[in-house]
């Protein structure tokens, strides 16, 4: 049930995000397409308006042409500019309005995709790892897209274009597309290559001077490194590193610069290849004077082109890749099966149960089985540890059991956690939060506040009811104590029929926690409930008591019971009487 990274191939990875792309809006993303393949075109026409234009001029030196057809090439050559111009700013603002779009679309789909986890999901860290690999790769699938769709839609139709037009003047001067290629890609190589030998003789030194840094000047360290009297031995460490870095960094700058000049040379030789095969064509009468001026303005804009390509969107689509695989194995990880909650509207039932955490050794609960009846107020009692959270996790339906069976009593039902949430939100909807379909009058709010024994007309909340809970928010922020209320209050608002209650009393002194959980079993006479504590004086109010001890289920009954039958239950209660006894 855990979810296996699978490797997704580029292309396949890019067939997979582009129908989602298509569908955030269908239209314009066609009508984005097709500006993008005009782009394309706009520019590699601009090269046939070139050649039209210098052979009506050089045919009116020549008398074979009249004024009026050079004005007219002209114009096209103008309109050409143009539409490439315009063009050029819709390609630049629909890709951004677009994506904007489309990262709102794809969070909430993720979004959809992580709330149907299962809690347990939850519970394994390498979940937790791959929802934050996922979060991080859903806009980079956006871009990774983009870019792959620039290269089709922009690039290709460029250079198909201009590919049929150099066969068409020659079809030996189609080799020119590979000499423009062929010199970027291999100078690009080269570049990397030393770029990446220099960081890595870099890297180790800057960690090192950084360290040497934080020494001398951060917070933390720079008590002992003044007690100690080490300033002098980091400093030099700090100037010896960063002399080292200098070095370093001037080799690299250096091999940076020789690997530019390598770049220019090798285009050089591309050009001058170019060039020859051009000058060998009008020498043969193979090209007019027209199309040879033409290709020959259009060579710098086809190196630039290839520039483009290799060094920044080769570049952008390898690096965001192995990013975008972890968003899309995440969205394409099937959720595992749930199967119904049963509910009987009764007695929760549990027979022979038993869990292990994903990633856990030991089994968290071991063989449990327990009856709670409709409307009993239950403790579970033992140890940090014993089982207790997770044992009410299972009753709840939150897990499955491994093996054994869980009839579930009744189907509504709330709880109140040892981690609770403190919502940046007012207090009304800190608490309605729970159950919005649950009417919400203020008498409801005062009552079950009141019950978790917060008093929203006191100094703590200025504005009632509807005071802010946050300081970022311009609000107030409360105690620990006052949270833990807020919690409890929200938990009996929802609407249920069985209530947990797990421990969420730990910043609440013992005392004050049996005033809470009193009022709470007056309140839940006529519901189940479930009380969870490691402390044992707020117990007696239980109907019944149960005692866990390492995920085992060791003894249940009333307190004086299970205190003259002696074992974990009386040790327990030995060992914590003292605070009970100095307290009151
Ligand atoms: N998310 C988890 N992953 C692995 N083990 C867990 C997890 N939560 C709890 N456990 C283990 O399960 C056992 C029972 O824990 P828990 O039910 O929280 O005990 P209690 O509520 O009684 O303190 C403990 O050994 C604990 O270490
Ligand atoms: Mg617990």
């Given amino acids: 049930m855990v979810y296996v990274m699978r490797k997704i191939h580029i292309l396949r990875a890019f067939f997979l995000v582009l129908p ?15 500006i993008a393949v005009l782009h394309g075109l706009s520019f590699a026409i601009l090269t046939p308006a070139t050649q039209l234009f210098f052979e009506r001029a050089t045919a009116l030196a020549t ?5 009026a057809s050079v004005m007219a090439a002209l114009l096209c050559l103008a309109a050409a500019h143009v539409v490439m111009q315009i063009l050029n700013g819709i390609c630049n603002f629909i890709p951004m309005m677009y994506t904007q779009k489309a990262h709102g679309v794809f969070s909430a789909a993720l979004f959809q995709k992580i ?6 999901q939850w519970e394994n860290t390498r979940v937790l790892d791959d929802i934050n690999k996922a979060l991080k790769g859903e806009q980079e699938s956006i871009y990774f897209t983009n870019t792959i769709l620039m290269l089709l839609t922009f690039y290709l139709p460029y250079f198909l274009f201009m590919a049929l037009y150099l066969w068409r003047c020659k079809p030996l001067l189609v ?9 970027t890609l291999l100078t690009q190589l080269l570049r990397t290559k030393l770029f990446a030998k220099a960081e890595d003789a870099s890297a180790p030194v800057r960690r090192e001077l950084e360290y040497a840094e934080s020494c001398i000047a951060g917070r933390e360290f720079f008590k002992e490194t003044r007690t100690l009297g080490a ?18 960094q001037m080799r690299a700058s250096v091999r940076a610069d020789l690997a530019e000049l390598g770049m220019k040379l090798l285009s050089l030789v591309g050009y001058a290849g ?5 000058l060998d064509a009008l020498l043969a009468n193979e090209i007019s004077v027209g199309a040879f001026a033409a290709i020959f303005n259009s060579v710098a804009q ?12 080769f570049g952008s689509v390898a690096g965001t890749y192995g990013r975008v695989q972890n968003y899309l194995a995440f969205m394409q990880a099937e959720a595992p099966e749930r199967p119904a909650l049963q509910f009987n509207s009764g007695d929760i039932v549990a027979d022979h149960i038993s869990f292990t955490y994903p990633q856990a050794t030991q089994p968290a609960i071991c063989d449990v089985s327990l009856t709670i009846h409709a409307g009993e107020t239950v403790a579970l009692v033992g140890e940090n540890g014993s089982g207790k959270s997770t044992l009410a996790r299972l009753l709840l339906g939150l897990y499955e059991p491994e093996h054994g069976r869980i009839e579930r009593g009744p189907s509504s039902s709330s709880a109140v956690f040892q981690q609770y949430q403190r919502y940046q939100m007012t207090l009304r909807d800190n608490i309605t939060i729970s159950d919005f379909c649950a009417p919400a009058e203020d008498d409801k709010l005062e009552l079950v506040s009141r019950r978790a024994g917060l008093d929203v007309y006191g100094r703590s909340f200025p504005a009632g009811l509807d005071t802010m809970l946050s300081r970022e928010f311009d609000g107030v922020d409360l105690s620990g104590g006052q949270w833990q209320r807020v919690a409890i209050a929200r938990g009996l608002f929802r609407n249920h029929e069985l209530i947990v209650l797990d421990e969420p009393t730990a910043a609440i002194d013992p005392i004050e926690e049996t005033q809470v959980y009193n009022r709470f079993a007056q309140m839940a006479k006529d519901k189940t409930a479930l009380i969870i504590t490691h ?15 390492q995920g085992r289920l060791v003894q249940q009954g009333t307190h004086e019971s299970l205190m003259a039958a002696g074992g974990e239950y009386a040790r327990l209660y030995a060992a914590q009487e003292q605070w009970y006894e100095s307290n009151s």
């Avoid at 080799?175 to 010199?183: A, E, H, M, N, T």
């Avoid at 402390?535 to 001890?549: E, K, P, T």
Wanted: aromatic share 10%; proline share 4%.
């Fill in 20 to 34: 989602k792309l298509a569908c955030v809006a269908p239209l314009q993303f066609a009508l984005w397409q097709c």
């Fill in 175 to 183: 080799i020119s597309l590979l000499l423009v290629f062929l010199p």
């Fill in 302 to 313: 086809m190196f630039s082109m290839m520039r483009e390509i290799i060094c920044s969107h």
């Fill in 231 to 248: 300033f002098g031995y980091f400093r030099d460490l700090f100037q010896s590193s960063a002399s080292l870095l200098n070095r370093l």
């Fill in 274 to 278: 170019i060039l020859l095969l051009l």
């Fill in 535 to 549: 402390r044992l004086g707020s117990v007696r109010l239980a109907d019944r008591i149960l005692v866990m001890q």
């Fill in 63 to 67: 008398g074979h042409a009249d004024m």
């Fill in 115 to 120: 709330n149907r986890l299962t809690p347990i």
